[in-house]
């Protein structure tokens, strides 16, 4: 592993599947920050139905990703859903652009977009596929450079369509941008992605629908993503406050938010392979437990920022912590349910969507008591308990 490329981003199945999660990425980077725009300023969306909206697509790809993952376990098979789902995202895109109606934009919020969404899962899944029976190490190793792909976009994506439309009086060619990027996805994993053998891959002992449920939300499981859902909604967190702290009390302008973000999404590729690299020197809770330090040390020293310079000066503690909690969480809740790659990706999703509604109850439990820069200090305490979590039930042995 002296080489720059180690061997195992040779497996055409681990190249396609980065290629693909870039492009997926992509879509979701071209219109997620100008999502809200869209759909409450061009649309007329109220507030409340935007929040509602969000809400239940949220719900919705949660479920879609644990029944898919299930029934890819089922056939032993991934391209297949994969295929599907990427056409769920050019119509959910496409129709947007083509048709812009409060309608339109609901349908596509509520139904079409959360199942393309679960491609995420699906991703990870046939990837971790491909991986059984390499070593830990390597297989941190590939998580974590699949990951980087997804952070590369959000590097490259908005400033990119924010340059394309910064003269345009609409926002909807973002979701044309999406619909492209939707189109290449599909026909990376149609034309290049290795095609699968069901019977060599299908799980053993199938599962029910509400089987595959239950083991979701089995103590043994459930307790251990609710531990990673306090670690990572201190991300969600730091997403709400950064503007706010950066424009408030650090007294800097706006354009320094998307510089500093720009920054920290940087240093996250850069530091995914470093934590990859850390990770087969040591176990995946360890590394988590570090990551979660460093990122806890950093929203503690955000809440005390007071000048342009304080922010500027976390981007490197941040970018490190952030690279953590964002790749190191894939392989720890995929070995929660080990023999079942697209049941334990699927808990990526059921991740997401827990640290999302954690991270809105923080954030309305400390606005309500101290302000942003306490709310930055009550989210690194969340971290923190989810953390003592963690290592309650597995800082005493090595997860195998």
Known sequence: MTRFLPDIFRNPTIRVSMLSIFAFGFSGAATSPYQSVIGMRELGLSNNLYSALIFAAAAVNVTVSILLGNLADRLGEYRLLMLTVAVFGIFGYGAVYLFPAQATFIVSALLL?????ALNSLLFANVRATTNGM???????????????ISLSWVLVPGFVGVLLARSTSMLPAYLFATLACMVCLGLIAAFLPRQSGTDKAATRHLSY???????????????VIGVSLISSTLHVNGAILPLIVTGSAHAAVGDVGIVVGIVALLEVVFIVVWARAQRIMNHVTALAIGTIIYVVYLVLLGFASAPWHVYALTLISGIGAAALISIPITYLQDLIV??????????SVNIFLSAGLSALLFAIGTGLSGYSGTAIIGAGA???GLFLLLFFDGAKRRR
């Open 210 to 224: 509400l089987a595959a449920l239950a083991e979701v939300i089995s103590p043994r499981v459930f307790i251990r």
């Open 135 to 149: 070593a830990r190490g390597d297989v941190a190793t590939v998580n974590s450079g699949v990951r980087a792909m």
């Open 383 to 385: 971290g923190l308990s």
């Open 339 to 348: 023999e079942r790659p697209g049941l334990g990706s699927a808990l990526i």
């Open 113 to 117: 977009l959360p199942i393309y969404n």
